[in-house]
């Protein structure tokens, strides 16, 4: 059992380049969801999904997008990367939306955009 | 909408000193409670939760009261070792959002032998 796993680790980009980040999870959690950390700001939430084809726009979404597809999978996409996506990308994920459940994370994704 | 307050750190502290790391927050509804940990290079790992007002949550020697008439959470532990340097994130799910997460700033703790 792996958790939440993200790859890749570390990435570097050019403004203007696209990348996918991949997060999947093998719990068969029904809840997904993207954060960005940055310094002094604690996380905030980019996208998230309560289950296979529904996605919803969290707190942050622009320049993101995400699909669906499948129960195990969320990846997260940057269009068009500017340097204030340099920040640290996690994915979490959880087996209910009622509030109370624990949310699981990957180990991050840091995202550097020059 | 709904927000976390926690208190600034970093917070520096030596081996077997007590720790509280102050937690506020607002919320429209009837949150729950939470206290995520984040080691080194590590994604974020739950400590604790409390779901409802007067819960206590604990684990690994942490403790924190839902207190609904201060709306706060904050975090304790009696005496702290090396080992719990880390980043501490106080948040709330609001019922009414389903699982989203609102956290709060982090607290850095280190503690020196």
């Known amino acids: 059992n792996a958790g939440v796993t993200q790859t890749p680790k570390f990435q570097v980009l050019k403004t203007g380049q696209s990348m996918t980040l991949q997060c999947a999870q093998d719990?068969?959690?029904?809840?997904m969801s993207w954060y960005r950390q940055d310094p002094g700001m604690g996380l905030r939430l980019i996208h998230y999904?309560?289950?296979?084809?529904?996605?919803d726009q969290g707190e942050v979404p622009n320049g993101y997008n995400v699909s669906r597809s499948t129960t195990e999978d969320f990846p997260l996409r940057l269009l068009s990367a500017a340097p204030s996506q340099t920040s640290v990308y996690f994915c979490?994920?959880?087996?209910?939306?009622?509030?109370?459940?624990?949310?699981?994370f990957g180990p991050g994704t840091r995202l550097l955009v020059l | 909408g709904d927000s976390v307050t926690q208190m600034e750190g970093p917070v520096t502290l030596s081996e077997e000193a007590f720790l509280t790391i102050n937690c506020t927050y607002t919320?429209?509804?009837?949150?729950?409670l939470f206290w995520y940990v984040q080691y080194p290079g590590e994604g974020l790992q739950l400590l604790l939760k409390?779901?409802?007002?007067?819960d206590k949550g604990s684990n690994k020697g942490f403790e924190a009261t839902y207190r609904k008439e201060t709306t706060s959470f904050h975090l304790e532990k009696g005496s702290v070792q090396v080992s719990d340097s880390a980043v501490y994130f106080c948040a709330l799910s609001d019922r009414g959002s389903g699982s989203r997460l609102t956290f709060g700033e982090g607290t850095q703790l280190t503690v020196n032998p």
């Open positions: 719990m068969n959690h029904e809840y």
């Open positions: 919320a429209t509804g009837y949150p729950s």
């Open positions: 999904s309560v289950g296979a084809g529904i996605t």
């Open positions: 409390a779901t409802k007002a007067d």
């Open positions: 979490a994920s959880s087996s209910g939306t009622g509030g109370r459940e624990t949310q699981y």
